[in-house]
């Protein structure tokens, strides 16, 4: 079956095709695929990827905005039949309306993410499957470099960490890491899409893990969007304000956890973040 591209791409939708087949074998391969899983992809576009999902498992919903790459996707996909298009933006899909999970058949905890994602909706879309009651199993998708090793920080050895050097955390890298084991599985380059976006790209592996115990997760987050409020000022500072507590409170909670009150948010480790969460929860045993 030939994949066509007669469509011209839209660079605000993040339209940044994947060609080389290599690499579609290789998410394909990473998402170690079975004739009974069901797949979510978001972003199908034409249907590279979508078309070597499908050969292989049972059912795969195929989440497009542009209508005009729908048009194309049914086109170019009409002889597989487990596909489902549905022309939506996948920031308003509620995955819960979905026929997949309507037709009792389907087991809605047992499913796949996959996606070559568009760049512009990357933090949001991991944000939102990981908050889901029914995430999905795991999640393989395409991302930028630098932002996949944003997310995913070497942590540093100790003699590294002895000279000051930090993960260099984010608020995404929090969420995530609170959420899922999350690893780079390779690099791809920049060369194997059309149009060549302008930096190099990593697949992902996200396996969500089992809830943390006793955290009060919108405390947890207040405190980790407290702490990230202002990134490159000190930690204490940013907390003090943004919890409205004394800057003496914070600092003697920050020392006991042995985390220095000049430090960023960026250095501290997922931890680091649980641990303040407890011991600033009043009702915790
Ligand atoms: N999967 C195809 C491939 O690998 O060749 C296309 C990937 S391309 C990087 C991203 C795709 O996501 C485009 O088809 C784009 O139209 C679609 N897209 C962009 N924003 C979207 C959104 N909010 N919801 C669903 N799809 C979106």
């Known amino acids: 079956m030939r994949i066509k591209h007669k469509i011209k791409p839209i660079k605000r939708l993040g339209q940044n095709l994947l060609i080389d087949k290599q690499i579609i074998k290789k998410v394909v391969r990473t998402a170690n695929l079975q004739s009974k899983d069901i797949v979510l992809e978001i972003g199908p576009g034409t249907g590279a990827l979508t078309q070597e999902i499908a050969k292989t498992v049972k ?3 195929a989440v497009e905005k ?23 933006d996948i920031l308003k899909f509620k995955i819960q309306n979905s026929k997949l999970i309507q037709n009792s058949k389907f087991k809605i905890q ?8 568009p760049f512009y909706i990357t933090a949001p879309v991991i944000r939102k499957f ?19 090793q944003r997310i995913c920080p070497r942590p540093p050895k ?4 002895r000279r000051g050097k930090s993960p260099k955390m984010n608020i995404l890298a929090v969420s995530v890491q609170f ?15 059309y149009p060549q976006p302008k930096v190099d790209s990593a697949i992902i592996k996200i396996v969500p893990k089992k809830k943390y115990k006793n955290v009060d997760i919108d405390l947890f987050f207040k405190i ?7 990134p ?5 500072n940013n907390l003090a304000n943004g919890l409205k507590l004394s800057k003496k409170e914070i600092n003697d909670l920050l020392l006991k956890n042995n985390i220095q009150p000049t430090q960023r948010a960026e250095t501290l480790f997922i931890n680091n973040w649980i641990k303040l969460s407890n011991m600033l929860n009043p009702v915790r045993d």
């Not at 047992?110 to 994602?117: E, S, T």
């Not at 990981?130 to 996949?148: G, H, T």
């Not at 959420?179 to 899409?193: D, G, H, L, T």
């Open 224 to 230: 980790v969007k407290a702490g990230f409020s202002h």
């Open 59 to 61: 059912k795969v919903i």
């Open 232 to 236: 490159r000022k000190q930690l204490a």
């Open 110 to 117: 047992n499913y796949k993410l996959v996606a070559n994602l």
């Open 66 to 88: 542009d209508p005009r790459m729908c048009e194309a996707l049914k086109e170019n996909l009409k002889e597989l039949k487990n596909i489902e298009i549905i022309n939506q």
């Open 158 to 161: 100790l003699e590294e960490r």
């Open 179 to 193: 959420y899922a084991n999350v690893k780079i599985i390779s690099y791809i380059s920049k060369k194997s899409f």
């Open 130 to 148: 990981l908050e889901l009651k029914n995430p999905p199993k795991e999640m393989i998708l395409i991302i930028q470099k630098e932002v996949a």
